[in-house]
């Protein structure tokens, strides 16, 4: 196999099923999941993935080009890795998805739709994931990295969304985060049926959904935005040198999620609004019926704004920034 992402693009199983270099092993698993294990044993296990939407499609550039260059034995590989391009449909088609948005699926939720490519791709990942992480020594350590890019335009444009649970994070994950430029890092309590929820609550994996950019199709990305998460991928895949770590990621939580509940949803922002502008305590955000969404904290920002999503479904995400004054003031 050549080209990971064409090969995956013509649904069509490659001629050779698996092959090695002088450095790695590779198998191909099914359209879109990769196998590749470094000949002399690691202790490191990453899933990367990409294409989990169809139109974010910088990531998948990104992935294919590292990929590649591991296929065709121009580098060494330092972890054992699940490679994945999420949703090959909806790369074909360049749309978020086909019928169902899967980022919402993970964690056995493709139960609940009916039957179709999606809730099927969805539980092809859970299990690929379980295979992959069984596979494995029991000290390894496990990162998963899920690259997407953002619908909108944002204050900070490159940033992490983090399931956050009790357990601290490793400081080497943390690290490497900011190395490969993250400005934010937004930590997330409650599961929505994301991958990295879904890896980091059922393996004990280091989660993080990178957002890098604003999505555009396939040929108009400018991968030169993303030379430092680039660099960080080499230097985590390959041992190249790590990028010079420029600014430290403000931390931010979830404060509250907006929800559409049905048709009468409307959100009170333009769709020019960035992601992380700051709205004031008692704004009005969006409204569905007698339900009203106001900012609660001295100051919120705004996260992934979308009213065009399914009915109970997330419409968007209101952010505190750690350390800031949480209390509500007095109105
Ligand atoms: O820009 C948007 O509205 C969505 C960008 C995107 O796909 N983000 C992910 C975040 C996943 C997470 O919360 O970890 C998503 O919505 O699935
Ligand atoms: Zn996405």
Redesign the pocket.
Known sequence: MQDFLQQTLSGEAPRKRRGETAHLRWQWLYHGILLMEPVVPVKQALVLSAG??GN?TAPVEIMNQLVNALLRGEKPLQQRMLVILGNPSALRTGK?YVRY?I??LFGGRWQQVDDGDEARRVLRLEQALENFWLLGECDETRWHL?M?????GSYHPQFG?M?QNDRPWPPAFLDWLAAAGLEALVF?RAP?G?F??FSCEHFGAASC?L?LGK?LPFGENDLSQFSAAQQALAALLFGDPMPATRVKPRHYRVAQQITRLSEHFRLHMTPETL?FTAFPQGTLLAEDGDTRYYVQQAREYVL???PGVAAGL?AGLMLIEEGEQTQALPL
């Open positions: 989990i939407h974010e978020r948005d980022n919402r899920d997407h890019t953002a619908i909108r969304v399931p997330h929505g994301t990295t929820h959904t957002e999505a992601n992934f704004p979308n997330r």
